[in-house]
């Protein structure tokens, strides 16, 4: 099992531009998330989907674009990129969103400057 | 709303005891984790409580959960230079908003 697969593993942007973070797992989870790191705030929630067709917004989901077409694959939009999404992006992934058999499991990120 | 606050570095010598410490303010939280970052690399579960347990133990891992405070701890015992990382204490609800608040992590430093 590869778990989940994250790519690029880094991107620079220029302002403006957009671009897709890709995100697949070969878990056969139900639920995926994605998730920015910044230092000195931990991991915040952008945009997350508990199955295939349905997603929903977390706490910082302005200026991201999300979509579940297949239970694989969850890839996060940029529309226009600004020196504020400089971050490190986490796809993570679960059986189900909370629980004792969810235990979220997490791509090895993606580092987006944007200039 | 929910906040979940750690300290932010911890520093211990090889095979002493480490205690990083977590608060949380929302008194629902069912499920409480900690999660370990290395240099590079996303984060894994290390353990985690349910909210009806006062303490866990996991090896050299022992959790304890302190519910009037809100007050979480992850002690890990013979402390290693391996066990040196991010450590991310989280909360979650199994009503609601179906996802993980997680702290800004304490940064473990385990000096030789």
């Known amino acids: 099992n590869a778990g989940v697969t994250q790519t690029p593993k880094f991107q620079v942007l220029k302002t403006g531009q957009s671009m897709t973070l890709q995100c697949a797992q070969d878990?056969?989870?139900?639920?995926m998330s994605w998730y920015r790191q910044d230092p000195g705030m931990g991991l915040r929630l952008i945009h997350y989907?508990?199955?295939?067709?349905?997603?929903d917004q977390g706490e910082v989901p302005n200026g991201y674009n999300v979509s579940r077409s297949t239970t694989e694959d969850f890839p996060l939009r940029l529309l226009s990129a600004a020196p504020s999404q400089t971050s490190v992006y986490f796809c993570?992934?679960?059986?189900?969103?909370?629980?004792?058999?969810?235990?979220?499991?997490f791509g090895n990120g993606t580092r987006l400057t944007v200039t | 709303g929910e906040d979940v606050e750690q300290s932010l570095f911890l520093s211990v010598r090889e095979g002493d005891s480490s205690v990083i410490n977590c608060t949380y303010t929302?008194?629902?939280?069912?499920?409480l984790y900690w999660y370990k970052q290395e240099p590079g690399a996303g984060l894994q579960l290390l353990t985690y409580?349910?909210?009806?347990?006062d303490m866990k133990q996991d090896q050299r891992l022992t959790v304890l959960l302190n519910k009037k405070d809100k007050h979480l701890s992850l002690r890990i015992a013979d402390t290693q230079t391996g066990d040196s990382a991010i450590y991310f204490c989280?909360?979650?609800?199994?009503?609601?908003?179906?996802?993980?608040?997680f702290g800004s992590g304490t940064r473990l430093q385990v000096q030789p």
């Open positions: 993570a992934s679960s059986y189900e969103a909370v629980g004792s058999n969810s235990p979220l499991h």
């Open positions: 878990m056969n989870h139900e639920y």
């Open positions: 989907s508990v199955g295939a067709g349905i997603t």
């Open positions: 929302d008194s629902s939280s069912t499920y």
């Open positions: 409580i349910f909210s009806n347990m």
């Open positions: 989280a909360e979650g609800h199994l009503t609601g908003r179906r996802a993980l608040t």
